[in-house]
């Protein structure tokens, strides 16, 4: 480009007390080349990276790989014990939810998706199935009980669960349980026929599906999800959801966020989420107001980076 | 054949003896169009001269930023012709959806870039922090954008960010209205509502660029605007 002396007919007001030198400027050859540039650079990573598609993890497959930790996962949405049964808002009102202070935002937020994970998850898909006379008996024996005695048979059989050697249902110590072994069992041969995955996606009778609400709040009820998680160093101890699968720079934006998991107190707090989002929150307006804020907005000028952007109007004798 | 007539006058406009020039011609779509054209003259829309102090590559990466916006969009497009999970069963699908997921990465890449050598510009003077909060909204309305993309993408990464992604947006009470378990409402978002919010964002932040002008080195500047900061 060359450089000019006259001045456009129209220039801008920041340039209007500019009384050095002018250049010639083609913005839309820049928009151009800056558009062949971006597109060039995409299709090189593409072809050369191409993008990671690891298969959804599918409730039959869970059922059929990890049939142990699959039937302690019903035993506890039985009981009331599932992570999703004792969340709270907005499946629940199991617990208030997580607060910042006074602020109790997840309660206030309200059960806007309500989840009965016993229902939902278990006894709803099991009347899909037909023609099993034993299921039928044991749905109707758990029918008849009393919230308190359905909540006591399913808590024994967790528990008995937990110390049978691998959790196995099959060396499960005889006990008390009522029904809820036939039914858990019988939701294991659902889930492993591929019954389950449609099932709960179309609870409502609805033919056309498009929220998998339920399936993945009993996926993430496992611990097969974070376990296969794990594996691909997506831990939320392993910088969590910012990462994807594979050696892939996922959202690498989230890097700020994702940290403040990772150190105290949000590591250790029984509120990390809210005290996270309530700083990030802060940090924000803190970023989208700077140009108000006294102090911070000083910043640039006291860290010469200035310099280094604009070396080459620096270098020159008349600044 | 009859050979066409040139320099056919448009039909939009009509000849100068019936649109009058004096006095000036009324009515709301006259007065838009004096109001646009007196903010900002085509001159100051696609400027050909700048001053010299532009001469540095730090603001070439706006330019990348909305160029390689343009190629997030269009290649997303191009991804929704044959809907959401076409990419999974194709080899042109897989790479297009490449070409999406890395026309992203490097939109934030040049975006961050540009965003923080904003800030060491300080590039809010001169009135000025409109420009700035224009761009940061848009920079975190991009964010959300690209998350929605990563929870549609029907997969396992779609599983594990959803499942953990609900336990912040729920800690606040935000997930009450925005589930991100719903892959349908996501999708929504994702192809919809965001990209018009961030459309609209963007443009307004460009002709802010553009009515304001890119932000001189602190000498320029006035005193008072230098360290003040106006909208």
Same mark, same amino acid.
């Given at each position: ?58 409730l ?60 939902d998850f278990?006894?709803?898909p ?70 389950l995955d449609g099932a709960l996606v179309s609870e ?8 998998f609400?339920k399936p993945?709040?009993f ?101 | ?90 080899? @042109?699908? =897989?790479? &297009?959806?490449?070409?999406? /997921?890395?026309? $992203?990465?490097?939109? #934030?890449? %040049? ?90 964002? @963007?443009? =307004?932040? &460009?002709?802010?660029?553009? /009515?304001?002008? $890119?932000?001189?080195? #602190?000498? %320029? ?11």
């Amino acid at each position: 480009m060359t450089t000019a002396t006259r001045r456009s007919r129209a220039a801008s007001p920041a340039a209007q007390g500019w009384a050095g030198p002018w250049r010639s400027y083609d913005l839309v050859k820049e928009f151009v080349v800056a558009l062949l540039a971006m597109t060039l650079l995409t299709v090189g990573f593409a072809a050369v990276f191409s993008s990671p598609d690891e298969k959804p993890i599918t409730l039959q497959g869970w059922a059929q790989a990890d049939p142990n930790d699959f039937v302690a996962t019903a035993v506890s949405e039985l009981n009331g014990s599932s992570g999703t049964a004792e969340y709270g808002p907005p499946y629940n009102t199991a617990a208030d939810g997580q607060k910042i202070g006074p602020l109790v935002l997840q309660k206030w937020g309200g059960v806007r998706t309500p989840v009965d994970t016993a229902s939902d998850f278990v006894l709803t898909p099991l009347r899909s199935v037909p023609g099993d006379t034993e299921l039928s008996t044991a749905m109707a024996t758990y029918a008849a009980a009393s919230a308190d005695q359905q909540t006591s048979w399913a808590t024994s059989y967790g528990d008995a669960l937990t110390n049978a050697p691998d959790g196995d249902p099959a060396k499960v110590a005889a006990g008390e349980y009522g029904p809820v072994p036939v039914l858990t069992g019988r939701l294991l041969t659902l889930a492993q026929s591929g019954g389950l995955d449609g099932a709960l996606v179309s609870e409502g009778s609805q033919f056309y599906a498009s929220d998998f609400t339920k399936p993945l709040l009993f996926l993430a009820d496992s611990g097969y999800l974070e376990d296969q998680a794990r594996a691909q160093h997506l831990g939320g101890d392993q910088w969590g959801m910012m990462n994807e699968t594979g050696n892939y720079p996922g959202q690498a934006w989230l890097w700020l966020y994702t940290f403040w998991y990772q150190v105290p107190p949000f590591s250790t707090s029984d509120n990390a989420d809210a005290l996270v989002w309530g700083l990030m929150a802060v940090l924000t307006l803190v970023m989208v107001f700077v140009p108000f804020i006294p102090g911070i907005r000083s910043i640039p000028r006291a860290i010469p980076v200035y310099r280094l952007i604009w070396r080459a109007h620096y270098r020159r004798p008349t600044g | 054949m009859t050979t066409p007539p040139t320099n056919v006058p448009p039909t939009n406009v009509p000849p100068a003896d019936v649109r009058p020039d004096d006095p000036p011609a009324t009515g709301w779509t006259a007065a838009v169009r004096r109001r646009a054209v007196r903010t900002l003259p085509p001159d100051q829309l696609l400027p050909d001269y700048q001053p010299s102090y532009v001469a540095s590559w730090i603001y070439v990466f706006g330019m990348l930023s909305l160029t390689a916006l343009i190629v997030v969009v269009g290649t997303g497009s191009w991804l929704a012709l044959a809907g959401a999970a076409w990419w999974h069963s194709s080899p @042109v699908g =897989l790479f &297009v959806n490449s070409l999406h /997921l890395w026309s $992203v990465e490097l939109f #934030f890449f %040049v975006m961050v870039i540009h965003l923080w050598g904003k800030f060491f510009m300080a590039a809010w003077r001169g009135r000025r922090a409109l420009t700035w909060i224009t761009g940061m909204v848009a920079f975190l309305g991009s964010i959300g954008t690209a998350f929605t993309g990563y929870l549609v993408q029907q997969n396992f990464d779609s599983q594990w960010i959803s499942t953990q992604a609900r336990d912040g947006l729920n800690s606040v009470g935000v997930g009450a209205w925005f589930n991100v378990l719903n892959t349908g409402q996501m999708l929504l978002w994702h192809v919809v509502l965001l990209p018009l919010v961030l459309g609209a964002i @963007v443009v =307004l932040h &460009v002709l802010l660029v553009r /009515l304001r002008g $890119v932000v001189p080195p #602190f000498e %320029v500047a006035a005193p008072a605007a230098a360290e003040e900061a106006t909208s």
